[in-house]
Structure formats: C-alpha cells, structure tokens
C-alpha cells in the first residue's frame, strides 16, 4: 500500500529558477491539497484540488501554480522560485472534503531556495 | 491571524505519566475538529476526530474532549510512551475550511 508519496525528498534550487514538485496517491481520493510548514504558522494551505482538472486557491497561492490532469498526481511548480518560499511543503489527500473527513499526508519535500 | 491555537507550545512528560494537550478555538460555528501528531521529519498523522455533535471520543490510549461552551478541545494521551514524542496539531473546520494550529511539542522524559 503506497498510499501518498511526495518527490524530491530535499530540494535545493536558486532564485529565479522554476521548481516542481510532486505527488502521487495510490488512494484514488477525489481530494488532493499542498501545503507549506513554517516555524510559527503551522501548515497553511497553498492549493486544492475537488478532482482532476478543478483547483483552486489556498490561503497562500501567490507565486505557485498547480495542475490535476489525472487523480493520482498533483504536481506543485514553483514558476520564479524566491527565497520566501523556502519551507517544508506537504501534500495530502482525502476521500472527501477535508472539512468532513481526515487527511493523510506525504512525508514532505524540504525546499531551500538559495 | 489564526483561529486555532495551542495553550502551550512544549509540554515534557514522564514516560507513564498522561499527557494533556489543549487548543483553543474562536469560531463557535466549527463542526469537526481533528488532532494530528507529526514525528520529526516526517508528514502529520491522524490521530483522532471529534464531530461538534459530541463532547467526547476514545481511541486506543488517546481521547478527545471538545467543551463547545467555552470553545476549547483538548486531547490526553495516556501512559505516555517514548514513541508518542512529536508535535501535535488541531485543526478546525469553519466555513468549508481546514485551519490548523502552530504545534505543540510534545517531549517524553525516560
């Protein structure tokens, strides 16, 4: 049981440069969601997606794009990577909702932006 | 700001002992509260759910108490093993959204 799994495990990149990030669920879940861990704001959501080919915003989207062509994969790109978004980033799934139902989590990708 | 929060952001206990970890919430219309445990390195764990329908639910060594009135959760760990060092999360659904608090950190003394 694969269950959700995130790719890099680290990532190193300079500014300006464009980054992607992955993640595949073995789940089937419609729900799928990318979020950034921050020493003193906990997890805050960048994007979401309701099934593939609908997303939509977080709290936190400026400067990440995303895309759900298939269930299973919701890649996180990163266009013009700037320092700010150096951060641990997770990706989760859930069956439904996440407002009426848990999440279950990747191990995350630690992403230093130089 | 953040409508979830944790009262203390480290709590070292005793191995044995129980563990008390609370969080404070500031919107009466949340419905479903969960807590999430997060080991180093690694990605948040689910733990266990409480529905605001309820004020109490038991797991395995874990327990949930929602008190709505004064709009407070909190999760107890009892017997507190090695294993349960971690941060622990709660998180509260208010308006079709998934906030989550800042952590506490949870140390267990041998």
């Known amino acids: 049981d694969a269950g959700i799994t995130q790719s890099p495990r680290y990532k190193i990149t300079e500014t300006g440069r464009q980054v992607t990030l992955m993640c595949h669920q073995t789940?089937?879940?419609?729900?799928m969601f990318w979020y950034r861990q921050d020493l003193g704001h906990g997890l805050r959501l960048i994007y979401y997606?309701?099934?593939?080919?609908?997303?939509d915003k977080g709290e936190v989207s400026d400067g990440y794009v995303v895309s759900r062509s298939k269930t299973e994969n919701f890649p996180l790109t990163l266009e013009s990577a700037t320092r700010s978004q150096t951060s641990v980033y997770f990706c989760?799934?859930?069956?439904?909702?996440?407002?009426?139902?848990?999440?279950?989590f990747g191990s995350g990708t630690q992403l230093s932006v130089l | 700001g953040e409508s979830v929060g944790l009262h203390l952001p480290t709590l070292s206990v005793q191995e044995g002992d129980n563990s008390i970890i609370n969080c404070a919430y500031s919107?009466?219309?949340?419905?479903?509260f969960i807590w999430y445990k997060q080991e180093s390195g690694k990605g948040p764990q689910f733990i266990i759910d409480?529905?605001?329908?309820?004020d109490k639910r038991q797991g395995q060594r874990v327990t949930v108490l929602l008190n709505k009135t004064v709009k407070h959760l909190s999760l107890q760990i009892a017997a507190t093993q090695p294993g349960d060092s971690a941060v622990y999360f709660c998180?509260?659904?208010?308006?079709?959204?998934?906030?989550f608090g800042a952590g506490t950190t949870v140390t267990v003394r041998a």
């Open positions: 989760a799934s859930s069956r439904t909702a996440a407002t009426n139902e848990k999440l279950f």
């Open positions: 789940w089937s879940h419609s729900y």
């Open positions: 997606s309701a099934a593939a080919d609908i997303t």
């Open positions: 919107n009466s219309a949340s419905d479903y």
């Open positions: 409480i529905r605001s329908n309820m």
């Open positions: 998180a509260e659904t208010f308006d079709y959204k998934l906030s």
